[in-house]
T-cell receptor, first 115, second 114 residues
Framework: AQSVTQLGSHVSVSEGALVLLRCNYSSSVPPYLFWYVQYPNQGLQLLLKYTSAATLVKGINGFEAEFKKSETSFHLTKPSAHMSDAAEYFCAVSGGSSNTGKLIFGQGTTLQVKP | DADVTQTPRNRITKTGKRIMLECSQTKGHDRMYWYRQDPGLGLRLIYYSFDVKDINKGEISDGYSVSRQAQAKFSLSLESAIPNQTALYFC?????????????FGPGTRLTVL
């Protein structure tokens, strides 16, 4: 069985500050991990994904995430927040090479960026 | 551009009505999914289909049914809508051959059941 927990339903940062969105997962098989972003009135867009290659994954818009197996974590970071980063962010896990073809999503974290 | 489209984008209906939400894709992907999004609950899987003849229930399929009319089309029906089915509904696709489970999402349908 797999599950995802995102710590903090709302995160608020100042423009230019570090963004840190936390995601912990549970998986009985080596997982694939994803971060998606949802802007208002839009669908989900992939930010980045981990598929068992490099543990530090770089995505779009300056975001990156590090897969830490010992901590079962896949936290999302960005060194300097921009107003345009305000959105809802979802972490998701899949069964990796076991090819279940399904994603399990976390509850989502809303990022607010203050001027 | 290859895309995932959903119709309608917004729908208001009354309790007891039958509703169909449609999803079409031009990505050539074999796998298609229906999710609902509720505040604080993330996305929950309603149904998924790995090819035209394969339909599977997700975690919250009660009150819903689906039809995979072709590789490119996957419809979600609410046989008798109820107010707690008010939500944002997303269709998604993925490509078995891509091997990463990455899913591509449509823009969503906002459904309100009065």
């Amino acid at each position: 069985a797999q599950s995802v927990t995102q710590l903090g339903s709302h995160v608020s940062v100042s423009e230019g500050a570090l963004v840190l969105l936390r995601c912990n997962y549970s998986s009985s098989v080596p997982p694939y991990l994803f971060w998606y972003v949802q802007y208002p009135n839009q669908g989900l867009q992939l930010l980045l994904k981990y598929t068992s290659a490099a543990t530090l994954v770089k995505g779009i818009n300056g975001f990156e995430a590090e897969f830490k197996k010992s901590e079962t974590s896949f936290h999302l970071t960005k060194p300097s927040a921009h107003m345009s980063d305000a959105a809802e962010y979802f972490c998701a896990v899949s069964g990796g090479s076991s090819n279940t073809g399904k994603l399990i999503f976390g509850q989502g974290t809303t990022l607010q960026v203050k001027p | 551009d290859a895309d995932v489209t959903q119709t309608p984008r917004n729908r208001i209906t009354k309790t007891g009505k039958r509703i169909m939400l449609e999803c079409s894709q031009t990505k050539g992907h074999d796998r298609m999914y229906w999710y609902r999004q509720d505040p604080g609950l993330g996305l929950r899987l309603i149904y998924y289909s790995f090819d035209v003849k394969d339909i599977n229930k997700g975690e919250i399929s009660d009150g819903y049914s689906v039809s995979r009319q072709a590789q490119a089309k996957f419809s979600l029906s609410l046989e008798s809508a109820i107010p707690n089915q008010t939500a944002l509904y997303f269709c998604a696709t993925s490509d078995l051959n891509r091997g990463s489970d990455e899913q591509f999402f449509g823009p969503g349908t906002r459904l309100t059941v009065l």
